[in-house]
């Protein structure tokens, strides 16, 4: 093998010489890679850990022949531009995020697995590039999103708009799917680790430890493809690689009773380098409080700087630890991150977020139902409109006329509504309404439905369990109480900019409710063998007295002494003395 | 009495009316409902390919050019010769090849062609004349001539030609140019061998050589992945123009496979990626030493951060560029015997290449980590390259010295490389038919539950026939048409025995089967049973005693 190169390497030099040792180290490199941690100490006392891993690459995808790749993951790209994808967002999560004692997220998903995707207007079959993305995503991540077909599907009309650089907001290049009965677990970690430039072998993704990860109240993982501007100029195109991790941790249980934390006791890791690849490396601690006095809590080692941000409606102070500068590891060789709370606080002082939602599902009998979805806004004075999008299954059979919103009393009409009803085995219910919530108000919406009875195959295993109705999704811009200053995208911790906000005076916030779970009437499933059984004795019984009736043949009987019973009477009688019968 | 014997004689007749109806009506309802739809097979044709018998047919013309031959021997041209030589490679399989060559003299074109100056222009000038794939030409010269340089007696040019120079000796002048032609010929199409590694499958193992194994099976499609493999980002920036170095070397050698297979190229780089061994210290040479014994285990761990192609079923070949760890460096493969590889590269039979690429490092503490290092291209791609080619099966011919090959220039495939391949290929795609064929009948034979539908036929019914189809171009010497036909074979083929509906009744059990039928069963069957006995055994003592019934 050695010789037969040596043959060819001569050619190769005659031939090509100008070629070679080219590339030039003066250009900037194409793609990027920047990577952040985010640990905000929840109002009920436990933690968030938000990991953000963003690769950004400077490249045409969908230009024929791009097939080199860096540190944007080949898998992906690949997929993007085979099947000629604009946006895509797939989340995979284990918990529900309490919107009521954990604040607003910063990226909330649903419990599950959701997947959305804006395909180019030049797809022709959306449905087909769909079907065979969610398959292939299914290998990737192994995940059961193969189980994503047309009756789980909906095409939103509002809800869901591009997150990123897009000219084309026909919805009939979206699609959306939920699985709420998906289980998340270390098996589709490990894939989503692969992605990383560093993998886990170095930066902030050696905290990615699936053994305490999983440990947690709250995990969801997500990857968020779009497209964005270049530069300022915004003439050209980049591609955004979004990866995000939140887990909460329940510090009560870990730090045995009281709420100071650690990297290492969280993640029994500490970060000792950054990522070599990546151009930012940061770790922010939340340590603004609600009162003034600053003492309540105290992080160690002292940070190097502090960054302050308005942050959905409120002004937040972060502490800062760049693992990129020199700084850092010059006293010790690695970062461990420690709070303390000064006092114990009493965690009364739950504040409630501006917006907030819970569902349930109501009625008795297995027959009819009530999904019934409570919308909060606690805003003192600010009314604002939500979107609502609501996804049920065919088998819910929604009876749209018993559809009534109710804020304070009074009947609350919707500015838009558009529905589509679902197609036994075909589609679900879609449901979108843009409501608007008046100040401090509660809207009540209900809407009743019936249960269908499903073909004995149509039901998943376990069908006592139940069957999940996934989340319905607020979209709202929610009035901010403080003026928030438009910051630059690209200098901005990654936190703060997946969600465009318009202006300075509101911020975009998407809320999942909880996945209901709802009983169908179920059978017995013996039944279909206990059907065939009873059936054919009936059969076998009605045939068996009709052959008789037809091959028998009857003879006139000639009467005899009698059976048994007369013979018992005969001797009663005479044993009594009367004439013999 | 008379009565009763009417009623038992209805009664009887009523019973043999409900044995018929139940066996004339209920018995093939019951079978034509739950049979399970078969669709026919064209079982015959399925069988004959089983024993593949091939005959390759190469046409050569033999071209004279004025003066080389004496000139009694000139006067019996043009006429034609046709050669068969058989080999039994197993009892199922044999191969026959056949050169049909034809004699003729230099028309005026060649003659001019043949007049050039160097044999490079002549070899281009003669293109326009050839024919299509498969077909040879071999110019014979007179030995006076000037175009083949002094000590070269064949010359094999980059398309589908060959030049040769006659030696005038005693005897008969055809009879040695024939001998001659015959090794030119093997040379540029197919030899006994190079057949015999196409059926490697049908072959017993101990026949072939260890190389035989190399090449990738034929695939209607392959994807090619460059990773450059950089396990220590900390100390190495590496940076290499892959996208430049792919267009200019590998490209052109794709685009003049692309009648073979699709292809599609693409890289990655992969951080953090280490080989799966540690490599031992030579204090000697003060280098780290990867031994060929170890190499088969380096490839695996590398392997899980490949990632398979996510959005094609097509074989994957991969080509690592692998920059030692700093602490590792440099880093050297040593052959059997001990001594370093000179390429510092390895190829792993149909899988790709690997070659480590040392950084020369600079008098530590000079330079600033990590160091920016930019791959020289040249260096990689040629040793690729050759992987490559071998990976395809494209090897060196070994010829006697006289020969001279024309080197394959920017394309890196000469024309009659390509025919070998497409020979090769044709008869590894037919026997891959008769093989995926032959086991999807004998499985159909075995398992009767397996539904057929009537695509799954018509697909089979289409490999057949296109099986048969390259067969017989394959023997009138028409090597395009015959791997077109192979190709679609394959693809019908792979296409039939994949299809998902062949599995839809596969798992259902027979006792579930008895289970449903049995309540149903067993009442109206034991009735009729018995009363057919009892019928019987009236009728046979009725026999006994004819008398009684008067």
Same mark, same amino acid.
């Given at each position: ?581 | ?372 290092? /930019? %791959? ?6 040629? +040793?690729?390259? !050759? $992987?490559?080619?071998? *990976?395809?099966?494209? &090897? ?58 009537? /695509? %799954? ?6 490999? +057949?026939?296109? !099986? $048969?189809?390259?067969? *017989?171009?394959?023997? &009138? ?74």
């Amino acid at each position: 093998m050695a010789g037969a190169a040596g043959v060819l390497g001569l050619l190769l030099l005659l031939l090509l010489g100008s070629p070679g040792g080219c590339g030039g180290s003066t250009a900037p490199p194409r793609d990027s890679l920047r990577e952040e941690l985010l640990l905000s100490p929840l109002p009920s006392g436990d933690l968030a850990a938000t990991f953000q891993f963003r690769a950004r690459w400077d490249s045409e995808l969908h230009r024929e022949g791009v097939s080199h790749y860096r540190l944007f993951p080949k898998a992906l790209g690949q997929l993007l531009s085979k099947y000629l994808v604009r946006e895509l967002h797939l989340s995979l999560t284990q918990g529900f995020w309490r919107t009521r004692t954990w604040g607003q997220p910063y990226l909330q998903a649903p419990a599950g697995a959701e997947l959305w995707v804006w395909f180019q207007d030049s797809v022709t079959d959306v449905d087909k590039a769909w079907k065979e993305l969610s398959n292939i995503l299914s290998g990737i991540f192994c995940a059961s999103l193969n189980f994503i077909d047309s009756t789980n599907t909906v095409t939103p009309t509002a809800s869901f708009k591009p997150l990123g650089l897009a000219n084309v907001t026909d919805h009939h290049l979206l699609r959306y799917a939920v699985l709420p009965r998906e289980v998340v677990c270390t098996e589709n970690l490990t894939p989503w680790k692969k992605l990383l430039p560093c993998g886990s072998k170095a930066g902030l993704a050696v905290l990615l430890k699936a053994e305490r990860l999983f440990h947690t109240s709250y995990h969801s993982q997500a990857v968020h493809i779009r497209p964005i501007c270049r530069d300022a100029s915004c003439l050209s195109v980049s591609w955004e690689l979004r990866q995000t991790l939140t887990v909460v941790f329940d510090t009560f249980s870990i730090g045995q009773g009281k709420r100071d934390w650690s990297l290492f006791k969280m993640f029994s890791r500490t970060v000792t380098e950054a990522c070599p690849l990546a151009s930012e490396s940061k770790i922010y601690v939340d340590i603004s409080s609600k009162t003034q006095e600053n003492e309540l809590l105290e992080v160690t080692p002292p940070p190097l700087s502090v960054h302050e941000a308005s942050v959905q409606g409120d002004r937040r102070t972060y502490a800062v630890y760049d693992l990129l500068s020199p700084f850092l590891f010059n006293v010790s060789r690695s970062l461990n991150v420690q709070l303390k709370w000064k006092r114990p606080q009493d965690s009364l002082d739950l504040s409630t977020p501006v917006l907030h939602a819970q569902r349930y599902v109501s009625g008795y009998g297995l027959q009819t139902g009530e999904i019934s979805t409570l919308i909060y806004n606690t805003h003192p004075y600010r009314a604002f409109p939500v979107i609502l999008l609501e996804t049920v299954p065919w088998y819910l059979r929604l009876y749209v006329h018993t559809l009534v919103i109710t804020t304070k009393g009074k009947e609350n009409k919707p500015s838009y509504i558009h529905y589509q009803p679902a197609k036994d085995r075909r589609r679900p219910h879609l449901l979108e309404m843009l409501i608007q919530l008046p100040a401090n108000s509660v809207t009540k919406i209900t809407i009743q439905f019936e249960r269908a009875l499903l073909k004995w195959t149509e039901y998943t295993p376990d069908p006592n369990h139940g069957f999940y109705v996934s989340p319905s999704v607020l979209s709202a811009l929610v009035p901010s109480v403080i003026a928030m200053k438009a910051e630059d995208a690209e200098q901005s911790p990654l936190f703060t900019s997946l969600f465009p906000s318009s202006d300075g005076s509101s911020y975009f916030v998407r809320l999942y409710t909880e996945p209901l779970l709802v009983n169908l009437p179920t059978p017995d499933f013996s039944m279909p063998y206990n059907v065939i059984c009873l059936t054919c004795t009936v059969v076998a019984v009605c045939y068996g007295s009709f052959y008789n009736l037809l091959t028998r043949t009857f003879h006139v009987e000639e009467p005899n002494r009698g059976g048994l019973a007369k013979r018992l009477a005969n001797i009663i009688r005479k044993v009594r003395g009367v004439p013999p019968l | 009495m008379v009565a009763d014997g009417a009623e038992e004689a209805r009664g009887k007749r009523a019973a043999l009316a409900f044995a018929a109806v139940a066996l004339v009506l209920g018995l093939p309802l019951w079978w034509k409902t739950t049979e399970t739809y078969r669709a026919s097979l064209p079982y015959a044709g399925i069988s004959a390919l089983g024993s593949l018998r091939f005959q390759l047919t190469v046409p050569v013309s033999v071209v004279f050019a004025k003066g080389a031959l004496p000139g009694a021997q000139q006067r019996r041209l043009p006429f034609t010769d046709t050669k068969e030589e058989e080999s039994l490679l197993n009892s199922k399989t044999s191969v026959t090849s056949r050169y049909e060559t034809t004699y003729r003299s230099a028309t005026v074109t060649e003659q001019a062609a043949l007049a050039l100056a160097t044999v490079k222009e002549a070899d281009a000038a003669l293109l326009p004349l050839q024919d299509s794939l498969g077909a040879l030409t071999v110019y014979v010269i007179p030995e006076t001539s000037p175009l083949l340089p002094q000590g070269v007696g064949v010359y094999i040019g980059k398309h589908r030609s060959a030049v040769m120079r006659c030696t005038q000796g005693p005897g008969d002048v055809l009879a040695a140019v024939s001998a001659w032609v015959q090794q030119i010929v093997q040379a540029m199409s197919f030899t006994t061998d190079s057949i015999a590694t196409a059926l490697s499958d049908r072959v017993p193992m101990d026949q072939l050589g260890t190389d035989t194994r190399r090449p990738f099976k034929s695939s209607l499609g392959y994807e090619i992945t460059f990773s450059l493999l950089n396990p220590d980002p900390k100390s190495h920036n590496v940076h290499w123009d892959i996208e430049a170095a792919v267009n200019s070397y590998v490209q052109p050698f794709l685009d003049k496979l692309g009648s073979v297979a699709n292809f599609s190229v693409d890289s990655q780089i992969l951080y953090y990626a280490v080989l799966g061994v540690t490599p031992r210290f030579d204090k000697a040479s003060s280098s780290f030493i990867l031994s060929a014994l170890s190499l088969p285990h380096v490839i695996n761990p590398v392997e899980a951060r490949l990632g398979s192609s996510a959005t094609s079923l097509y074989p994957v070949l991969n080509f690592l560029l692998y920059v030692p760890e700093r602490v590792h460096s440099p880093l050297y493969i040593q052959d059997k015997d001990g001594a370093a590889v000179g390429t510092n590269a390895f190829h792993s039979p149909r899988w790709g290449g690997i070659m480590v690429y040392n950084i020369d490092h600079p008098v530590p503490d000079k330079a600033p980590l990590p160091l920016w290092v /930019d %791959v020289d291209m040249v260096r990689v791609m040629e +040793v690729f390259l !050759a $992987q490559l080619r071998l *990976l395809f099966g494209i &090897s060196q011919v070994s010829l006697p010295e006289e020969f001279l090959l024309e080197s394959p220039g920017n394309d890196g495939l000469t024309d009659w490389e390509l025919d070998r391949l497409l020979w090769t290929r044709t008869v590894e795609n037919i026997a891959t038919v008769s093989t995926t064929l032959t086991s999807l009948a004998q499985l159909l034979d075995k398992i009767g539950n397996i539904v057929i539908k009537d /695509d %799954v036929a018509s697909e089979v019914y289409h490999a +057949v026939a296109s !099986a $048969q189809t390259a067969m *017989l171009e394959l023997a &009138s010497g028409r090597l395009g048409s015959a791997f077109q036909a192979s190709k679609e074979a394959v693809t019908s083929s792979e296409r039939a025995f994949f299809d998902p509906s062949l599995l839809h009744l596969l798992y259902f059990p027979d006792d579930q089967k008895f289970a449903i039928y049995i309540p149903l069963f067993l009442p109206m069957a034991v009735p009729i049973l018995l009363s057919l006995v009892k019928i019987l055994r009236e009728a046979k003592q009725s026999k006994k005693e004819p008398t009684k019934t008067d």
